[in-house]
């Protein structure tokens, strides 16, 4: 049964064609987790077939996770600018828990995702030191905000695949930076499979065509080594913050045996990498990340 269960996770890899197999995909971790417990079995009990099978597919899994672990290059953190994403819970009513993560967390930049009319009463009436706003209020998890300590060079509210994203340029000690907050559909049917991939393919292209310092954060609803991620990198020549820092996951809550990444912090060659982490979760099923970096 459990061999089964390793032959059963390539199917992963065919994630780029179909949304059923892309989910399979997602779980890369606790598939390869799996593979090790078949191996550990398997050579207990002398099954030397079963044993070979579990250590080649784990190897094949392993070979999609060990960026995440490669370190990452010493950057100094002299007038570095600090950057917070927090998919908020639309629903979510720990909102003192949040507040002590923004707090304890600092960042020059936030963006917020699921931003409600009732998330917007709270915080724009509590984060004081944040008096520069970019914000698009919905009743439902697709609202979005960017918070600023320092002003607005430019702020727009940018429509992808009918979902909406801020895009803000800021200033900064050392130049002005170009913040993308983005929140695509979860790839959760045909449709919403197709949506969300073009919405990273139109993050993409505007990466591609910008000449300055940008970084990109939100809850991107897909995984590091999703190949439509892959692609998002690979084709708007972007870097993630999380490559060098671990798996670092966030989602779903404090569900620790389906823990994934999807929320992410990806900045271009303008911009160096100085520290990555997760914050707490603060009441939402998503925990905090925040990057702080360098501009070049």
């Not at 909102?95 to 917007?120: C, G, K, M, R, S």
Request: glycine share 6%; aromatic share 12%; charged share 15%.
């Amino acid at each position: 049964m459990f061999v089964l269960g390793c032959i059963f996770s390539l199917f992963s890899y065919l994630g780029r064609y179909f949304f059923l197999f892309e989910q399979l995909d997602s779980f890369r971790v606790q598939s390869l987790i799996g593979c090790c417990v078949t191996l550990l079995l398997a050579t207990v009990t002398r099954q030397r077939m079963v044993a070979v099978i579990a250590l080649l597919i784990g190897l094949l899994h392993t070979t999609q996770l060990y960026r995440l672990y490669l370190p990452a290059p010493a950057v100094p953190a002299e007038q570095s600018v600090r950057i917070m994403s927090s998919n908020l819970l639309a629903s979510n009513s720990s909102h003192e828990a949040l507040l002590q993560q923004v707090n304890t967390i600092d960042p020059e930049v936030i963006i917020f995702q699921e931003y409600t009319p009732q998330w917007h009463r709270i915080l724009a009436g509590t984060l004081h030191r944040y008096p520069y706003k970019l914000v698009h209020t919905i009743d439902s998890p697709f609202g979005i905000a960017a918070y600023s300590k320092s002003p607005f060079v430019k702020a727009e509210v940018k429509s992808f695949t009918s979902l909406p994203a801020v895009d803000i340029t800021v200033k900064t000690l050392q130049r002005d930076l170009r913040i993308f907050g983005v929140h695509p559909i979860p790839p959760m049917s045909v449709v919403t499979f197709d949506a969300r991939n073009a919405y990273l393919d139109a993050l993409a292209s505007e990466s591609l065509g910008y000449d300055g310092p940008m970084v990109v954060a939100g809850d991107f609803n897909a995984v590091p080594w999703s190949w439509h991620f892959k692609s998002l990198l690979r084709n708007g020549k972007l870097k993630s913050a999380r490559d060098g820092h671990g798996l670092k996951p966030t989602w779903p809550g404090n569900f620790f045996p389906l823990w994934i990444p999807i929320d992410h912090i990806l900045y271009n060659n303008k911009v160096a990498l100085v520290d990555f982490d997760t914050g707490v979760n603060a009441g939402s099923d998503h925990k905090p990340i925040w990057a702080e970096i360098n501009l070049h």
